[in-house]
């Protein structure tokens, strides 16, 4: 499809152990952007990445959150050691990283992960 | 201090009304933007509309409109003429910084309002 896709669509997790999330952004999109979102709450920011590079890292909440991007596409964010505060839906979001047709920098966001740590 | 603060949790409007779903945000960068997504049962966050702070004015895309008010720092979503499939969250977000040499363009988003379209 010509959206962003995430997979896997549910991830159902022990406490302690790792877990990979993994995004797949509009082809040609050069911006990426990971966000959280817990149960009955707004999306909060992560990391963002311009190409390969995350200048902005800024709401990684922990050491035990780290992505990286290859190929100035796909992206994989990884969680240590999952504890149950990081049950929530993960979205991942794209843009052109330039002025888009509408003149904006429009993010357009995946479907989600939902991690559920037991 | 909340960024973007949205301060009706949930609002009922009857179909083929209008609706008003407020936003205010908190930013002393002259150079933002501001969005409303809305986000259904099924989760997906899907782009509704966007103003950017220099505009002169409001952005509208079909039945939606944004009712920007600058020096009280709002950004309104208006729904014209509701409708049972616009039932979902509605989350405000802004952006900070300018659109090219900001150092990143995370968007920081309000609480959300639940609306639910009644026949």
């Known amino acids: 499809g010509a959206g962003v896709s995430q997979s896997p669509s549910n991830k159902v997790t022990e406490k302690g152990k790792d877990v990979e999330l993994r995004c797949d952004p509009i082809?040609?999109?050069?911006?990426l952007y990971w966000y959280r979102q817990r149960l009955g709450q707004g999306l909060e920011f992560l990391i963002y990445f311009q190409g390969n590079s995350a200048p902005d890292k800024s709401g990684l909440p922990s050491d035990r959150f780290s992505a990286e991007r290859t190929g100035e596409s796909v992206s994989t964010l990884t969680i240590q050691r999952t504890q149950q505060e990081d049950s929530a839906v993960y979205l991942c979001?794209?843009?052109?990283?330039?002025?888009?047709?509408?003149?904006?920098?429009?993010?357009?966001f995946g479907p989600g992960t939902r991690l559920l740590v037991l | 201090a909340q960024k973007i603060t949205q301060t009706q949790p949930g609002m009922f409007v009857q179909e083929k009304e209008a609706v008003t779903l407020d936003c205010t945000y908190d930013t002393s960068d002259p150079s933002y933007g501001l969005f409303w997504y809305k986000q259904p049962s099924s989760g997906e966050m899907i782009f509704l509309i966007y103003q950017g702070s220099y505009d002169q004015q409001n952005a509208t895309e079909g039945r939606y409109s944004l009712n920007f008010q600058k020096a009280r720092k709002s950004a309104n979503l208006v729904i014209s003429a509701s409708q049972l499939g616009d039932s979902a969250m509605y989350f405000c977000a802004m952006r900070e910084g300018p659109m090219y040499g900001g150092a990143t363009n995370k968007l920081i988003f309000g609480t959300g309002t639940l609306l639910a379209v009644q026949p």
């Open positions: 082809s040609g999109h050069t911006a």
């Open positions: 979001a794209s843009s052109l990283g330039g002025l888009d047709k509408r003149g904006q920098e429009t993010q357009y």
